[in-house]
């Protein structure tokens, strides 16, 4: 796992592909509860991805921008008075959007890998 991380870390992959994966990420778990930046941290480190602070704040005040994601007033129980994201309306039909083309790449990548070559040949 810890080569995995590293074989990872500074690649072209972070920026052209895993930086997508970590967004669909994020936007699955403020669906279900406020995120900040350190939980999603921790949360991404459960999967295998080491992200530092200086790339996870960015992408979140990112998704902000975008509209994706909306601060919420802290509670008085928050005292670090860290930023507590949740979804919004626009955020919830990406994540939806993303759901079932992420399925249908999951059908297509996985299932025909299973079968060996899934190229349609002719003949
Ligand atoms: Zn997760």
Redesign the pocket.
């Known amino acids: 796992m810890n080569n995995r991380i590293l074989a990872l870390k500074d690649s072209q992959l972070v920026r052209e592909v895993l930086l997508s994966f970590w967004k669909i ?1 994020i936007l ?2 403020a669906a279900e509860g406020l995120v900040y930046g350190q939980w999603m941290i921790g ?2 480190r459960r ?1 295998g991805y080491e992200i530092s602070p200086g790339t996870m704040y960015p992408l979140l005040r990112r998704m902000e921008s975008q509209g994706w994601l909306k601060p919420v007033r802290t509670s008085p129980a928050n005292r670090s008075r860290r930023k507590e994201y949740t979804l919004t309306r626009l955020g919830g039909q990406a994540l939806e959007l993303l759901r079932t083309q992420l399925a249908e790449l999951h059908r297509e990548v996985f299932e025909k890998h299973k079968k060996g070559r899934g190229h349609h040949r002719p003949g």
């Open positions: 990420h699955h778990h949360e991404l999967h």
